[in-house]
Protein backbone atom coordinates (compact mmCIF):
# COMPACT_ATOMS: atom_id res chain seq x y z
CA UNK A 1 0.00 0.00 0.00
CA UNK A 2 1.37 3.46 -0.57
CA UNK A 3 1.31 5.70 2.32
CA UNK A 4 0.11 8.74 2.71
CA UNK A 5 2.25 11.99 1.53
CA UNK A 6 3.74 14.32 4.42
CA UNK A 7 1.70 16.90 5.35
CA UNK A 8 2.89 20.26 6.07
CA UNK A 9 1.10 22.54 8.39
CA UNK A 10 3.31 25.84 9.05
CA UNK A 11 1.22 28.07 6.25
CA UNK A 12 -2.19 26.92 7.23
CA UNK A 13 -4.73 29.84 7.09
CA UNK A 14 -1.89 32.07 6.15
CA UNK A 15 -3.13 32.66 2.53
CA UNK A 16 -0.18 30.07 1.52
CA UNK A 17 2.46 32.87 2.38
CA UNK A 18 5.94 31.75 1.10
CA UNK A 19 4.60 28.37 -0.21
CA UNK A 20 6.71 27.85 -3.53
CA UNK A 21 3.69 25.66 -4.91
CA UNK A 22 5.35 24.84 -8.78
CA UNK A 23 8.04 25.69 -10.75
CA UNK A 24 7.63 28.36 -13.65
CA UNK A 25 9.61 30.01 -15.79
CA UNK A 26 7.66 32.50 -16.98
CA UNK A 27 7.81 35.31 -14.69
CA UNK A 28 9.92 36.30 -12.08
CA UNK A 29 9.97 38.48 -8.88
CA UNK A 30 13.61 39.17 -7.20
CA UNK A 31 13.09 41.91 -4.46
CA UNK A 32 11.72 44.30 -6.27
CA UNK A 33 12.95 43.72 -9.65
CA UNK A 34 10.25 42.11 -12.10
CA UNK A 35 10.99 40.11 -15.30
CA UNK A 36 8.96 38.28 -17.65
CA UNK A 37 11.34 35.16 -19.44
CA UNK A 38 14.39 37.03 -18.38
CA UNK A 39 13.75 40.42 -19.57
CA UNK A 40 12.71 43.89 -17.11
CA UNK A 41 10.14 45.19 -16.72
CA UNK A 42 11.31 48.45 -17.30
CA UNK A 43 13.14 47.01 -20.35
CA UNK A 44 9.73 45.85 -22.10
CA UNK A 45 7.59 49.34 -20.95
CA UNK A 46 10.17 50.91 -22.58
CA UNK A 47 11.47 49.40 -25.77
CA UNK A 48 8.83 46.45 -26.29
CA UNK A 49 4.95 46.27 -27.20
CA UNK A 50 2.13 44.26 -25.80
CA UNK A 51 1.66 42.43 -28.59
CA UNK A 52 5.58 40.90 -28.95
CA UNK A 53 5.04 40.62 -24.73
CA UNK A 54 2.36 38.52 -24.97
CA UNK A 55 4.51 36.61 -27.86
CA UNK A 56 7.27 36.45 -25.24
CA UNK A 57 5.73 35.03 -22.40
CA UNK A 58 3.82 32.31 -24.79
CA UNK A 59 7.05 31.34 -26.42
CA UNK A 60 9.94 32.15 -24.03
CA UNK A 61 11.72 34.39 -26.60
CA UNK A 62 11.59 37.53 -28.81
CA UNK A 63 9.76 36.91 -31.77
CA UNK A 64 11.48 37.60 -35.00
CA UNK A 65 10.43 40.88 -37.04
CA UNK A 66 8.17 38.02 -39.50
CA UNK A 67 6.66 36.51 -36.16
CA UNK A 68 6.24 39.86 -34.37
CA UNK A 69 3.67 41.05 -37.58
CA UNK A 70 2.17 38.05 -37.80
CA UNK A 71 1.18 38.02 -34.19
CA UNK A 72 0.17 41.66 -34.59
CA UNK A 73 -1.97 40.50 -37.42
CA UNK A 74 -3.35 37.58 -35.82
CA UNK A 75 -4.26 39.68 -32.65
CA UNK A 76 -5.81 42.18 -34.84
CA UNK A 77 -7.75 39.97 -36.82
CA UNK A 78 -9.04 37.70 -34.60
CA UNK A 79 -10.37 40.63 -31.83
CA UNK A 80 -13.26 41.01 -34.93
CA UNK A 81 -16.58 39.95 -32.93
CA UNK A 82 -19.22 37.78 -34.96
CA UNK A 83 -22.42 38.74 -35.21
CA UNK A 84 -23.89 36.21 -33.79
CA UNK A 85 -21.68 36.68 -30.73
CA UNK A 86 -22.50 40.02 -29.99
CA UNK A 87 -26.22 39.59 -30.26
CA UNK A 88 -25.51 36.68 -27.55
CA UNK A 89 -23.88 39.64 -25.53
CA UNK A 90 -26.69 42.06 -26.17
CA UNK A 91 -28.70 39.73 -24.57
CA UNK A 92 -26.89 39.97 -21.36
CA UNK A 93 -28.27 42.22 -19.00
CA UNK A 94 -25.92 44.99 -18.58
CA UNK A 95 -28.14 47.58 -16.33
CA UNK A 96 -26.37 47.23 -12.69
CA UNK A 97 -24.48 44.43 -13.47
CA UNK A 98 -20.47 44.74 -12.83
CA UNK A 99 -18.62 44.65 -15.74
CA UNK A 100 -16.34 41.64 -14.54
CA UNK A 101 -19.05 39.93 -14.20
CA UNK A 102 -20.47 40.68 -17.63
CA UNK A 103 -16.59 39.74 -18.68
CA UNK A 104 -16.56 36.65 -16.93
CA UNK A 105 -19.66 35.52 -18.88
CA UNK A 106 -18.71 36.70 -21.88
CA UNK A 107 -15.60 34.18 -21.85
CA UNK A 108 -17.15 32.00 -20.96
CA UNK A 109 -19.82 32.02 -23.82
CA UNK A 110 -16.75 32.87 -25.91
CA UNK A 111 -15.98 29.12 -25.59
CA UNK A 112 -18.99 28.08 -27.42
CA UNK A 113 -18.27 29.41 -30.85
CA UNK A 114 -14.24 28.31 -30.74
CA UNK A 115 -14.05 25.39 -32.50
CA UNK A 116 -10.89 24.17 -30.33
CA UNK A 117 -12.70 24.59 -27.17
CA UNK A 118 -12.53 20.68 -26.15
CA UNK A 119 -8.38 20.52 -27.66
CA UNK A 120 -5.79 20.88 -25.14
CA UNK A 121 -3.06 20.65 -27.52
CA UNK A 122 -0.36 22.86 -27.23
CA UNK A 123 -1.08 23.99 -30.94
CA UNK A 124 -5.01 24.57 -30.31
CA UNK A 125 -4.04 26.37 -26.85
CA UNK A 126 -2.05 28.72 -28.52
CA UNK A 127 -4.56 29.26 -30.96
CA UNK A 128 -7.17 29.82 -28.46
CA UNK A 129 -4.49 32.41 -26.48
CA UNK A 130 -4.43 34.27 -29.43
CA UNK A 131 -8.10 34.40 -29.63
CA UNK A 132 -8.95 35.09 -25.94
CA UNK A 133 -6.29 37.71 -25.85
CA UNK A 134 -7.64 39.16 -29.05
CA UNK A 135 -11.29 39.41 -27.86
CA UNK A 136 -11.09 40.20 -24.33
CA UNK A 137 -10.59 44.28 -25.16
CA UNK A 138 -12.87 44.19 -27.68
CA UNK A 139 -15.50 42.52 -25.52
CA UNK A 140 -14.82 44.86 -22.69
CA UNK A 141 -15.21 47.89 -25.27
CA UNK A 142 -18.68 45.99 -26.54
CA UNK A 143 -19.90 46.49 -22.97
CA UNK A 144 -19.26 49.74 -22.48
CA UNK A 145 -21.09 50.12 -26.14
CA UNK A 146 -24.10 47.68 -25.77
CA UNK A 147 -24.41 49.30 -21.91
CA UNK A 148 -25.15 53.14 -23.02
CA UNK A 149 -26.91 51.62 -26.30
CA UNK A 150 -24.61 51.90 -28.82
CA UNK A 151 -23.83 49.36 -31.52
CA UNK A 152 -20.10 47.94 -30.71
CA UNK A 153 -17.46 49.21 -32.99
CA UNK A 154 -15.55 46.87 -34.80
CA UNK A 155 -11.34 46.82 -34.41
CA UNK A 156 -9.06 47.84 -37.12
CA UNK A 157 -7.22 45.07 -38.68
CA UNK A 158 -3.93 47.28 -38.94
CA UNK A 159 -3.87 48.81 -35.88
CA UNK A 160 -2.28 47.17 -32.55
CA UNK A 161 -4.46 45.87 -29.91
CA UNK A 162 -4.03 49.68 -27.34
CA UNK A 163 -4.90 51.88 -30.42
CA UNK A 164 -8.06 49.52 -31.49
CA UNK A 165 -8.87 49.32 -27.52
CA UNK A 166 -8.64 53.18 -27.05
CA UNK A 167 -10.54 53.94 -30.16
CA UNK A 168 -13.20 51.48 -29.80
CA UNK A 169 -14.07 52.52 -26.59
CA UNK A 170 -14.80 55.90 -27.47
CA UNK A 171 -17.15 54.70 -30.33
CA UNK A 172 -13.90 54.43 -32.95
CA UNK A 173 -12.73 58.01 -32.72
CA UNK A 174 -8.91 58.46 -33.54
CA UNK A 175 -7.12 58.16 -30.31
CA UNK A 176 -4.48 60.27 -29.16
CA UNK A 177 -0.98 59.04 -30.02
CA UNK A 178 0.71 59.73 -26.63
CA UNK A 179 -2.65 57.71 -24.60
CA UNK A 180 -2.21 54.50 -27.12
CA UNK A 181 1.63 54.42 -26.24
CA UNK A 182 0.83 55.46 -22.40
CA UNK A 183 -2.36 52.22 -22.68
CA UNK A 184 -0.06 50.13 -24.11
CA UNK A 185 3.08 50.29 -21.88
CA UNK A 186 -0.36 49.55 -19.18
CA UNK A 187 -0.53 46.10 -20.98
CA UNK A 188 2.72 45.32 -20.91
CA UNK A 189 3.05 46.39 -17.01
CA UNK A 190 -0.14 44.09 -15.94
CA UNK A 191 0.91 41.16 -18.17
CA UNK A 192 2.08 38.85 -16.04
CA UNK A 193 3.06 38.72 -12.02
CA UNK A 194 4.22 35.63 -11.46
CA UNK A 195 1.97 33.06 -9.24
CA UNK A 196 -0.60 35.76 -8.47
CA UNK A 197 -4.09 34.92 -7.24
CA UNK A 198 -5.72 34.66 -10.14
CA UNK A 199 -2.82 32.93 -12.21
CA UNK A 200 -2.90 30.16 -9.77
CA UNK A 201 -6.95 30.05 -10.63
CA UNK A 202 -5.83 29.68 -13.75
CA UNK A 203 -3.50 26.76 -12.79
CA UNK A 204 -5.63 24.89 -10.12
CA UNK A 205 -8.73 24.69 -13.17
CA UNK A 206 -5.61 23.75 -15.56
CA UNK A 207 -4.72 20.95 -13.61
CA UNK A 208 -7.74 19.09 -14.03
CA UNK A 209 -7.30 19.24 -17.13
CA UNK A 210 -10.11 20.87 -17.64
CA UNK A 211 -9.74 23.14 -20.42
CA UNK A 212 -8.31 26.98 -21.23
CA UNK A 213 -11.36 28.91 -21.49
CA UNK A 214 -12.37 27.14 -17.91
CA UNK A 215 -9.36 28.06 -16.49
CA UNK A 216 -9.61 31.67 -17.90
CA UNK A 217 -13.52 32.16 -16.76
CA UNK A 218 -11.81 30.96 -12.86
CA UNK A 219 -8.86 33.42 -13.03
CA UNK A 220 -11.47 36.30 -14.08
CA UNK A 221 -13.54 35.67 -11.02
CA UNK A 222 -10.56 35.61 -8.55
CA UNK A 223 -9.44 38.98 -10.26
CA UNK A 224 -12.42 40.22 -9.78
CA UNK A 225 -12.22 40.75 -5.84
CA UNK A 226 -11.03 43.98 -4.55
CA UNK A 227 -8.13 42.28 -2.81
CA UNK A 228 -6.22 41.56 -6.66
CA UNK A 229 -7.45 43.53 -9.46
CA UNK A 230 -10.85 44.92 -7.95
CA UNK A 231 -7.85 47.34 -5.94
CA UNK A 232 -7.23 49.79 -8.99
CA UNK A 233 -11.14 51.03 -9.61
CA UNK A 234 -11.51 51.22 -5.76
CA UNK A 235 -8.71 53.61 -5.39
CA UNK A 236 -10.19 55.77 -7.55
CA UNK A 237 -13.58 55.58 -5.45
CA UNK A 238 -11.58 56.11 -2.70
CA UNK A 239 -9.44 59.41 -3.81
CA UNK A 240 -12.79 60.90 -5.37
CA UNK A 241 -14.40 59.89 -1.84
CA UNK A 242 -11.62 62.40 -0.23
CA UNK A 243 -12.16 64.77 -2.48
CA UNK A 244 -9.17 67.39 -1.44
CA UNK A 245 -5.94 67.07 -0.58
CA UNK A 246 -6.10 68.88 2.59
CA UNK A 247 -8.22 65.60 3.41
CA UNK A 248 -5.95 62.77 2.55
CA UNK A 249 -3.79 62.43 5.29
CA UNK A 250 -6.47 61.97 7.77
CA UNK A 251 -8.14 59.87 5.41
CA UNK A 252 -5.40 57.54 6.25
CA UNK A 253 -5.20 58.06 9.25
CA UNK A 254 -8.59 57.39 9.80
CA UNK A 255 -8.50 54.00 8.11
CA UNK A 256 -5.59 52.77 9.97
CA UNK A 257 -7.40 53.20 12.79
CA UNK A 258 -10.70 52.02 11.96
CA UNK A 259 -8.48 48.99 10.59
CA UNK A 260 -9.48 49.44 7.36
CA UNK A 261 -7.29 48.50 4.27
CA UNK A 262 -6.24 51.54 1.96
CA UNK A 263 -6.74 50.10 -1.55
CA UNK A 264 -3.62 50.04 -3.59
CA UNK A 265 -1.23 49.93 -1.11
CA UNK A 266 0.90 47.26 0.05
CA UNK A 267 1.90 43.69 -1.09
CA UNK A 268 2.34 39.96 -0.47
CA UNK A 269 5.88 39.56 -1.94
CA UNK A 270 7.24 43.37 -2.90
CA UNK A 271 8.46 44.54 0.58
CA UNK A 272 10.67 47.17 -0.68
CA UNK A 273 8.23 48.77 -3.20
CA UNK A 274 6.53 47.57 -6.99
CA UNK A 275 8.33 48.58 -9.66
CA UNK A 276 5.34 48.90 -11.98
CA UNK A 277 3.90 51.49 -9.54
CA UNK A 278 7.17 53.31 -9.73
CA UNK A 279 6.76 53.68 -13.23
CA UNK A 280 3.27 54.17 -13.38
CA UNK A 281 3.71 56.98 -10.59
CA UNK A 282 5.97 58.90 -13.38
CA UNK A 283 3.11 58.80 -16.34
CA UNK A 284 0.56 59.59 -13.49
CA UNK A 285 2.27 62.78 -12.77
CA UNK A 286 2.35 63.96 -16.67
CA UNK A 287 -1.27 62.81 -17.05
CA UNK A 288 -2.73 64.26 -14.31
CA UNK A 289 -0.83 67.86 -15.16
CA UNK A 290 -2.31 67.70 -18.83
CA UNK A 291 -5.75 66.52 -17.86
CA UNK A 292 -5.95 69.57 -15.58
CA UNK A 293 -6.08 67.54 -12.21
CA UNK A 294 -3.18 67.60 -10.99
CA UNK A 295 -4.87 67.51 -7.54
CA UNK A 296 -5.42 63.82 -7.65
CA UNK A 297 -1.79 62.81 -8.17
CA UNK A 298 -0.65 65.17 -5.42
CA UNK A 299 -3.23 63.24 -2.92
CA UNK A 300 -1.85 60.26 -4.08
CA UNK A 301 1.60 60.94 -3.48
CA UNK A 302 0.27 62.04 0.09
CA UNK A 303 -1.52 58.68 0.64
CA UNK A 304 1.89 57.00 -0.74
CA UNK A 305 3.91 59.01 2.07
CA UNK A 306 1.58 58.91 5.10
CA UNK A 307 1.20 54.91 4.30
CA UNK A 308 4.51 54.58 4.26
CA UNK A 309 5.47 56.66 7.71
CA UNK A 310 2.46 54.55 9.15
CA UNK A 311 2.81 51.26 8.29
CA UNK A 312 5.99 51.09 6.27
CA UNK A 313 3.73 50.16 3.31
CA UNK A 314 4.06 50.99 -0.60
CA UNK A 315 1.78 51.30 -3.71
CA UNK A 316 1.08 48.28 -5.61
CA UNK A 317 0.73 47.97 -9.54
CA UNK A 318 -2.79 49.63 -8.84
CA UNK A 319 -2.50 52.53 -6.76
CA UNK A 320 -0.86 54.85 -10.18
CA UNK A 321 -2.77 52.90 -13.04
CA UNK A 322 -6.56 54.16 -11.34
CA UNK A 323 -5.05 58.35 -11.97
CA UNK A 324 -3.59 57.00 -15.22
CA UNK A 325 -6.57 55.48 -16.19
CA UNK A 326 -8.99 58.11 -14.86
CA UNK A 327 -6.67 61.11 -16.80
CA UNK A 328 -7.28 59.31 -20.16
CA UNK A 329 -11.20 59.06 -19.59
CA UNK A 330 -11.70 55.42 -18.83
CA UNK A 331 -14.70 54.89 -17.01
CA UNK A 332 -14.08 54.15 -13.73
CA UNK A 333 -15.62 50.26 -13.56
CA UNK A 334 -13.70 49.22 -16.67
CA UNK A 335 -10.51 49.44 -14.77
CA UNK A 336 -10.46 45.79 -13.58
CA UNK A 337 -11.42 44.81 -16.58
CA UNK A 338 -8.52 46.49 -18.39
CA UNK A 339 -6.31 44.56 -15.97
CA UNK A 340 -8.31 41.48 -17.92
CA UNK A 341 -7.47 42.63 -20.87
CA UNK A 342 -3.44 42.52 -20.31
CA UNK A 343 -3.33 39.87 -17.74
CA UNK A 344 -4.96 37.21 -20.06
CA UNK A 345 -1.54 36.98 -21.63
CA UNK A 346 0.19 35.98 -18.74
CA UNK A 347 -2.99 33.32 -17.71
CA UNK A 348 -2.54 32.45 -20.88
CA UNK A 349 1.00 31.00 -20.49
CA UNK A 350 0.81 30.04 -17.05
CA UNK A 351 -2.27 27.52 -18.30
CA UNK A 352 0.32 25.98 -21.37
CA UNK A 353 3.25 25.94 -18.29
CA UNK A 354 0.94 23.65 -16.38
CA UNK A 355 -0.48 21.50 -18.88
CA UNK A 356 3.13 20.76 -19.98
CA UNK A 357 4.07 19.27 -16.73
CA UNK A 358 0.83 18.57 -14.96
CA UNK A 359 -0.27 17.23 -11.88
CA UNK A 360 -3.71 18.02 -10.16
CA UNK A 361 -3.46 20.38 -7.59
CA UNK A 362 -4.81 18.57 -4.36
CA UNK A 363 -3.98 20.60 -1.03
CA UNK A 364 -5.64 19.22 2.13
CA UNK A 365 -7.44 21.12 4.88
CA UNK A 366 -7.10 20.30 8.02
CA UNK A 367 -9.58 19.30 10.30
CA UNK A 368 -11.10 21.30 12.75
CA UNK A 369 -15.17 20.57 12.76
CA UNK A 370 -17.02 17.86 14.67
CA UNK A 371 -16.59 14.63 14.81
CA UNK A 372 -18.38 11.14 16.00
CA UNK A 373 -22.09 12.82 15.19
CA UNK A 374 -25.21 10.74 14.85
CA UNK A 375 -27.70 11.36 12.60
CA UNK A 376 -31.57 11.91 14.21
CA UNK A 377 -34.71 11.76 12.46
CA UNK A 378 -36.10 15.50 12.18
CA UNK A 379 -38.86 15.25 14.43
CA UNK A 380 -36.09 14.49 17.07
CA UNK A 381 -34.21 17.21 16.14
CA UNK A 382 -34.23 20.43 19.03
N1 LIG B 1 -4.04 49.23 4.20
C1 LIG B 1 -3.91 49.16 5.55
N2 LIG B 1 -3.24 48.17 6.14
C2 LIG B 1 -2.68 47.24 5.36
C3 LIG B 1 -2.77 47.26 3.96
C4 LIG B 1 -3.48 48.32 3.40
N3 LIG B 1 -3.62 48.41 2.08
N4 LIG B 1 -2.13 46.21 3.45
C5 LIG B 1 -1.65 45.53 4.47
N5 LIG B 1 -1.98 46.15 5.62
C6 LIG B 1 -1.62 45.74 6.98
C7 LIG B 1 -2.61 44.71 7.50
O1 LIG B 1 -3.69 45.31 8.13
C8 LIG B 1 -1.73 43.92 8.42
O2 LIG B 1 -1.49 44.70 9.56
P1 LIG B 1 -1.38 44.06 11.00
O3 LIG B 1 -0.19 43.15 10.92
O4 LIG B 1 -1.22 45.23 11.90
O5 LIG B 1 -2.67 43.31 11.20
C9 LIG B 1 -0.40 43.85 7.66
O6 LIG B 1 -0.36 45.06 6.90
C10 LIG B 1 -0.28 42.66 6.74
O7 LIG B 1 -1.38 42.70 5.85
P2 LIG B 1 -2.06 41.43 5.17
O8 LIG B 1 -3.40 41.82 4.67
O9 LIG B 1 -1.95 40.27 6.08
O10 LIG B 1 -1.07 41.21 3.97
P3 LIG B 1 -1.28 40.18 2.80
O11 LIG B 1 0.06 39.82 2.34
O12 LIG B 1 -2.20 39.09 3.21
O13 LIG B 1 -2.08 41.03 1.73
C11 LIG B 1 -2.60 42.62 0.12
C12 LIG B 1 -1.52 41.69 0.66
C13 LIG B 1 -2.12 43.22 -1.19
C14 LIG B 1 -3.85 41.79 -0.20
C15 LIG B 1 -2.90 43.72 1.15
O14 LIG B 1 -1.76 44.54 1.28
C16 LIG B 1 -4.11 44.53 0.77
O15 LIG B 1 -5.23 44.14 1.09
N6 LIG B 1 -3.93 45.69 0.06
C17 LIG B 1 -5.05 46.47 -0.36
C18 LIG B 1 -5.68 45.83 -1.58
C19 LIG B 1 -4.83 45.96 -2.80
O16 LIG B 1 -4.29 47.00 -3.10
N7 LIG B 1 -4.74 44.87 -3.55
C20 LIG B 1 -4.00 44.84 -4.79
C21 LIG B 1 -2.86 43.88 -4.68
S1 LIG B 1 -1.81 43.98 -6.10
Given amino acids: MAEAPQIYEGAIDKGLEGIVACTTAISSIQGNTLSYRGFTIEDLAQNSTFEETAFLLWNDRLPTAAELEKIKTDLATEATLSPEFISALKAMPSKGVHPMAWLRTAVSMMAHWDQDAQDNSPEANQRKAVRLTAKMGAIVCAFEAIRNGKEPVQPKKDKSLAWNFMSMLKGGAEPKADHVKIFDTCLILHADHELNCSAFATRVTTSSLSDLHSAIVSAIGALKGPLHGGANEQVMLMLKRIGTIEKAQQFVKDALNAKEKVMGIGHRVY ?109 QRG
Wanted: a positive charge; one cysteine or more.
Fill in 271 to 379: KDGDPRAAILRKISDKLTKESGEHHLYEMSILIDDTMYKEKGLMPNVDFYSATVYYSMGIPIDLYTPIFAVSRIAGWCAHAMEQYEKNRIYRPRGKWTGKMNQTWKPVA
